[in-house]
């Protein structure tokens, strides 16, 4: 018989959240209003995060603040955990399984494809459809944007 969790906790050991019961938000991250969240994602608040009004984190996509990358590869020599504000202005789209690194900025109405790596300290433009690994901007896609606010049919990738 499993043990029962008290009201609140999940089984999983996941701090619950208002977003989404299955993913990890640590820090105080600032996630502005209409955001919603996918199941088993990881948004680290530690160093500085900023999410803008109305984006979309798809399952397992990560955003991040911090590296301990020179911390581990020192054995420890080097104890330091660096820290980079990251921001994802309005109404960006983040894929599955997509990473964001520290110190990157994302502009607002972008689409970050599943799988995709941005960098460290990357600046991705406003309007942009980014993929791959690294991550690079792949097209603008503000023609379609618009068409979608004002109510008009557009293919994303025509």
Known sequence: MSEQKPPGEVAHGIPPNTYNAHCWITGKPDIGEGCWIGAFTLIDGQGGLTIGRGC???CGAQILTHSTVRRCLSERKHNQVDRMPTVLEDHVFVGTNAIIMMGSRV???????AGAVVLEETEIPPYSLVAGIPAR???NIRAQ???????KES???A
């Open 107 to 113: 502009g607002h109405h972008s689409v970050i494809a």
């Open 145 to 151: 944007v618009e068409d979608w606010k004002d109510g």
């Open 56 to 58: 979309e984190i798809s």
């Open 155 to 157: 293919e994303l990738c």
């Open 137 to 139: 901007v792949v097209r």
